[in-house]
């Protein structure tokens, strides 16, 4: 799923450093009179004259919308269903109707989908435990990210043990209406281009298009920014008919939460705001910035390890050269003509080279890995490695975990919320201070024409003298990762003062959301909401991660490009060699078998076994040492995964190299032992002659198929 996620889709997007994440674009804009409450009670922005701001007169008044009917919402049939496992009242879903633009008279009204998560009542081990009636609503990243992948993530979140749990997914999102469902993959014909630029051109072109078309429909586009969502989050509370709640947002949530905490503070219990985005943004755009220092800790680190040093020593040099090349020239290579690549090229940008390891330093369950994937990354781009590249841009996705994005409404909030605006700013002293990773990011030519291009397409920025820190006396616990590689430690620290009763909490070894991945941190969450106004525990914060073990060095095989390869451009072959593989393993398990059965036998009816110059035990051991290897190899190709899936591309786990050793081993002694049989012969029955020959064939057939793959240790 990586390495579809970032080969294919981020070497063509507009601006990788939107995609790359979960928080990005992210401004206060003025509050508006809403229907959905009273209107005198919200206090008009200074820098907006009364007399210009629609007043309670041009919009229909409290309670005549049919969104507030009594019953406050539908209840629906989960569209993930049959998709995510769960039981019978482990997860309900919603609808809510709201207005699609609160800011203007007579706006059509459009449907949000919401999911409940209710409170279990055991904790991870299984032990009652008391539930609480104060639910939280979790604010979800982009933004634009669909519901689907939060299901799966929070659904045995230690949160839900005590709290309900309410997810709305977004306007504009998924089944909340995705008004540019088919994304990326829209006319990709366009998109696929040699020059980086002119790719990232291509594909705000499709997206500027949709959007168009999006509005020609009736979509009312400028009402997809951040402030509309936090009333439609003030609006899902009323429709459930609560006083109040906890709120807890993630990356684009913890803006979300910042606009929130304005537009309904007398309806927030408590607020966990994680992996910060500044609302005013403030040096959130210094993307180049910011991975270089996660680079040099990296690094550091890597150097105090010494199998990491030793494997790793001259990474840096490497690295930067890598850019240096795929910065001057893009790499591409041919494939066979599909819907992805209509014209039968694929090509690699600097997006790939920067974006790889900056997107694996998200989840602190892939920092091992980090090293050795930029290492091998690097010698692909180094060396020019075709092969590498070709399974880069043929492998399929299927491992996201249902985390998708509407590409619509991401682009709405990056436009209106003054996203792009303040990448324009950055462009000129990102690309000046980081010349090889500010191209990998979308600063240069770029950067400086997408406002324009935002407002093309019907999406200009908002009133930026209004995107002012929101300051508050509420509770609220600032959390973040001190690896987080794209809401860095400093813009918590930089929000912190605004909060009078604010605590921050910074998690040592964890990336981009701790809260939602770190194990114990949903008992930490409730401890700390059971009373807000308390300090907040420090336990899990520090020894809830521990420091990552780099992987060094890796097993390097190109097993799994040769698959992805060869099951792209001929299955028939592909099926061949798995038949060879399967056919071989089954005749060496039914004849070591065989071997333990008649020695068993023996045993048991005190028969003497024929001489045969230790031919049986040379089989055996053959046997034994090709079984040890496939299943071997089997768990390291598993380990690895557990790390991330992404090593797979280049290699396995270290210890796979040990294992590999057994393939070669078993093919030297099925040999001796398949000579044996013929010397002995006259020594052996019929009967077992064959069996072992045939044995010691299957072995050396099992091996010579790990040679042709690429699993031995060569």
């Not at 975990?401 to 792009?420: E, H, P, W």
């Not at 496939?630 to 190299?657: C, D, K, N, P």
Request: glycine share 10%; charged share 20%; with cysteine.
């Amino acid at each position: 799923g990586l390495i579809h996620y970032w080969s294919l889709t981020l070497m063509s997007h507009w601006l990788l450093a939107g995609l790359l994440a979960a928080p990005l674009s992210l401004a206060q804009t003025p509050d508006a009179v809403d229907p959905a409450t009273d209107p005198d009670t919200f206090e008009l922005p200074p820098t907006l004259p009364i007399e210009d701001w629609p007043v309670a007169e041009t919009l229909p008044p409290d309670g005549e919308f049919e969104w507030l009917r009594a019953e406050g919402y539908d209840p629906v049939v989960c569209p993930f269903r049959g998709r995510i496992d769960y039981k019978p009242g482990e997860i309900e879903c919603g609808i809510i109707r709201v207005p699609e633009n609160r800011e203007v008279a007579g706006s059509r009204t459009i449907e949000l989908h919401f999911v409940r998560f209710p409170a279990r009542g055991e904790d991870h081990e299984g032990d009652e435990v008391e539930t609480r009636d104060d639910p939280v609503i979790y604010l979800t990243g982009g933004p634009g990210v669909t519901v689907e992948g939060y299901v799966r993530r929070l659904q045995d979140h230690r949160l839900t043990s005590r709290r309900d749990l309410y997810i709305l997914e977004q306007r504009g999102v998924g089944h909340s209406g995705d008004f540019c469902p088919f994304g990326l993959n829209r006319n990709r014909a366009d998109q696929v281009r040699e020059d980086f630029m002119e790719a990232q051109l291509a594909v705000f072109d499709v997206t500027r298009d949709c959007i168009v078309q999006a509005s020609d429909a009736g979509v009312d586009v400028a009402a997809y920014h951040t402030f509309e969502n936090a009333r439609d989050i003030r609006a899902l509370r009323q429709a459930l008919g609560l006083a109040d709640w906890n709120v807890w947002g993630i990356s684009y949530g913890s803006v979300l939460g910042q606009a929130y905490l304005q537009v309904d503070p007398d309806g927030i219990r408590a607020t966990v705001l994680d992996a910060i985005v500044p609302l005013d943004l403030h040096d959130l755009m210094r993307l180049p910035h910011w991975h270089r220092e996660n680079l040099d800790r990296l690094y550091n680190a890597c150097r105090e390890q010494e199998a990491c040093q030793r494997s790793y020593g001259d990474l840096e040099e490497r690295y930067e050269n890598a850019l240096g090349r795929i910065n001057e020239s893009s790499i591409g290579v041919e494939v066979e003509a599909d819907e992805r690549y209509p014209e039968g090229m694929a090509w690699f940008h600097p997006d790939l080279v920067v974006g790889l390891p900056f997107g694996m330093l998200y989840e602190q369950s892939a920092h091992p890995a980090v090293p050795a994937v930029m290492s091998e990354l690097a010698r692909a781009v180094n060396r020019d490695n075709r092969r590498v590249f070709k399974a880069l841009a043929l492998a399929e996705g299927g491992g996201d975990g249902g985390f998708s994005r509407s590409i619509g409404m991401s682009t709405a909030v990056r436009c209106l919320d003054g996203y792009v605006d303040e990448l324009a700013r950055h462009a000129e002293s990102q690309l000046a201070d980081h010349p090889l990773l500010a191209p990998g990011f979308g600063f240069g030519e770029i950067s400086t024409r997408v406002p324009e291009m935002c407002r093309e397409a019907g999406l200009e920025s908002r009133d930026p003298a209004s995107f002012e820190m929101v300051e508050t006396d509420q509770p609220v616990l600032i959390v973040n990762g001190a690896w987080d590689p794209i809401t860095p430690v400093p813009l918590a620290e930089y929000i912190l003062p605004y909060f009078e009763n604010g605590q921050l909490a910074i998690f040592p070894h964890a990336g981009h959301g701790p809260t939602r991945s770190v194990p114990c941190a949903g008992d930490w969450m409730n401890e700390w909401l059971d009373d807000p106004e308390a300090e907040a525990g420090t336990e899990c914060v520090e020894e809830g991660e521990e420091a990552a073990q780099f992987l060094a060095p890796i097993f390097r095989t190109s097993a799994v490009q040769r698959g992805i390869i060869m099951n792209a451009e001929s299955e028939t072959r592909l099926r061949a060699h798995a038949a060879w593989g399967g056919i071989s393993t089954l005749l060496v398990v039914v004849g070591w078998l065989g071997l333990i059965g008649g020695w068993l036998g023996r045993r048991l009816n005190r028969l003497k076994i024929e001489a045969g110059g230790g031919t049986r035990f040379l089989v055996f051991l053959a046997g034994f040492a090709a079984l040890a290897w496939a299943a071997g190899l089997g768990a390291a190709a598993h380990a690895t995964t557990e790390i991330s899936e992404t090593v797979l591309i280049f290699g396995m786990v270290g210890w796979a190299t040990w294992v590999a050793w057994l393939a070669p081993v078993a093919a030297l002694l099925g040999l001796v032992g398949l000579i044996q049989s013929w010397r002995y012969g006259k020594m052996i029955g019929l009967g077992s002659r064959l069996g072992l020959r045939l044995t010691a064939l299957a072995t050396i057939s099992l091996s010579v198929f790990g040679l042709v793959w690429g699993l031995w240790p060569l």
